[in-house]
Every structure is written in C-alpha cells, then in structure tokens.
C-alpha cells in the first residue's frame, strides 16, 4: 500500500519494529507537540513590518518556513541582521515576549497527541523534550498543554554545544535518560530537526504540520505524518507491540 507522499507504508512501519523492545520516545515542540509555528510567523511578520524591514513588504509563509522555521536564534539572528548579531538578538529576544504573549491565549495542541501520551505512558518508557527554543517558551508550551509531568526531562538546544541541526541535543537527551539509540526514535516536524535525529543515529517520525513534505523528506525521515492520529503511526506502533510481545496495543 502506498502513502499520499509515495512512500510504503508497510515499509514505514517496519522501520520502527527494529527498535523493539522500545526504551524512549523523544518529542521535538513547536510544531511537534503544538500547532505553534503561525504564531511564531505573525510575531516575525508584525514586528519586522514595524522596523521596516524587506523595504515595508510584511514577509510570507514561505519565507518563514525557509528562513525561520525549526532553526536557533543566534541562526536566525545572523540572517536577520548580518552585519549585527547584537541587534538581531535583541530583536529575538523581544519577538519571543510576544510570541509568549500569543501563546497563554491561542495554543492548541497537534490531534491525537494525548492519545500518544496514554500509549507511551502505558509502556513504561521514557519521554524527552527535545527543542531550539529558549527553555522560557519550551516550558511555558509544556506547562500550557498539560505536559509537565509526562516529560522526563527538557534539553534546550542553546544549553547543548551545538544546537539542531546538530545531534548534540538528541545525543544528550539519550544520555540523560540512559537510553539506547537502537531503542529509541523521535518526532519532529522541521527539516532541521529531521537532520539532527537522524545525525543523531535514530529514525525520525515527521509531522507535516506546516512545513511541505517535500522539504521534510529531503531530511531523510523514516516516514511523515499529518497529526497523531495517522494511520501509519499506530501501524508502526502496532508492530513494535506485537514484535516486543506486548499484551496491550492501541488501535
């Protein structure tokens, strides 16, 4: 059978069966967890607008995804305003206060992810967030979808000596949870953070939530979903169960 983005969807499911028997699942956030990237886009877009920037013309979605979408600060700092790093943290640091602001009144979570949360939780395993965000909107996000208590631990990318698209977060969190690479897979829904998991060692789920699926296969996932609710998720869940000799499974 073969998937809307001309992939094998059995193929897509055996992919995750080798890790049996799972240890861990780690989650990237915005965009993974929360449907947050048009709230990041409108707080870029107003306030660039406001300094004038690209001559006064408000920048688009696909300059966003482009640009901004799942890289680090100091990255987009640096595109922003090349000639001063200075300014263009500053900058961030004051787009992220909005984008905080945003979040406490619009935040909505990626369908099925609760259901994903029983599944994980019913397992045992261990659960790390994963993210380039600063920790004040990673925990904030956290805290606002009720996932406080699920995540075992929050690696913070500027916190790691590299950032994504680095491995150095994903290898992290392995470390902290003493998990193995074998045992464990992620979701994410950037191509950078598609890279940095699979530089990492580990097969990368990815969430076409916003960014075009073309630009996340590059990135080289071991398959994509539209939310947690697919069909090819629960597929490959399903085949981890029955290979690690689970008694329940989720449908």
Known sequence: MTAPNGENSTESSSSLATLAPLQAVLFDVDGTLCDSDPLHYYAFREMLLEIGYNCGVPVDEEWFIKTIAGKHNDDIASALFPDDQERGLKFCDEKEAMFRRLVKEQLKPIDGVYKVKKWIEDRGLKRAAVTNAPRLNAELIIEILGLKDFFDVVIIGSECERAKPSPDPYLKALELL???????FIFEDSASGIKAGVAAGMPVVGLATRN?????????PAFLIKDYEDSKLWAALEEIDTKSGATTTTV
């Open 178 to 184: 003493k998990v193995s690479k074998e045992h464990t």
């Open 212 to 220: 075009p699926p073309h630009i996340l296969m590059e990135a080289k």
